[in-house]
């Protein structure tokens, strides 16, 4: 996600994305050769240090529920940390996990969405639903592991949703392709975060988990 870390004064940061750009101005009507940066931008800002552990940044991550993380070197930034780089990072599972999406906050409220999940992780999920979902809707994220274990509500922000074209049905009609979405968890209790990455690692191919 591009952002850019506005200074504000010595002690007053704040971020600003293409997000902010899109809710806080264009579809405000508002002209941005009038807009300040520092009207916009999106504070607090969270930092972290470029030799914390990733479980310290995903905690944070999830404590405050910011997707972007800047990272300090010696109290000096040095790069971005985002959500989608920590749902990369840890082991995957691909699978093919039916489940629902509540829309919480922001476009759709109210509205329930079925999905399937096609890879999970204790920091988040990829899934494919073929509702639009608009990155920095908050949703609820319901599955099941196992017929075994009771079910998992999650609270989310989406990141992104991928763009797909439209595919040519059998009888030449046009078809809308799932769309790919990615999740970043948020509020994760560690009993949940414990029972994700368990199943992740007893259900990761053996060459995976190997490696």
């Given at each position: ?57 995903s905690a944070l ?9 800047i990272v300090t ?139």
């Amino acid at each position: 996600m591009p952002c850019l870390l506005v200074k504000d004064t010595e002690s007053r940061f704040g971020l600003m994305t293409p997000t902010d750009i899109v809710k806080k101005v264009v579809a405000q009507g508002l002209e941005p050769d009038d807009i300040e940066v520092r009207a916009i931008m999106t504070r607090p800002v969270q930092f972290i240090e470029y030799d914390r552990a990733m479980d310290e940044a995903s905690a944070l991550m999830m404590s405050t529920g910011t997707p972007i993380l800047i990272v300090t070197k010696q109290n000096q930034p040095v790069g971005v940390l985002t959500a989608r780089d920590l749902i990369l990072s840890p082991k995957r599972c691909s699978t093919k996990i039916s489940a629902t999406i509540s829309v919480l906050e922001g476009e759709g409220v109210g509205e329930e969405h079925q999905v399937a999940i096609s890879q999970l992780s204790h920091a988040g999920a990829s899934v494919e639903s073929p509702s639009l979902l608009l990155p920095g809707t908050r949703v609820l994220l319901s599955f099941c592991l196992s017929e075994m274990m009771s079910p998992l509500t999650i609270r989310g922000n989406i990141l992104n949703t991928t763009q797909v074209e439209p595919v040519s049905g059998t009888s030449g009609s046009l078809i809308a392709a799932p769309r790919g979405i990615e999740i970043q968890f948020v509020d994760l209790s560690p009993a949940d975060q414990s029972r994700i990455k368990s199943w992740v690692l007893a259900n990761l191919p053996k060459t995976f988990e190997s490696s």
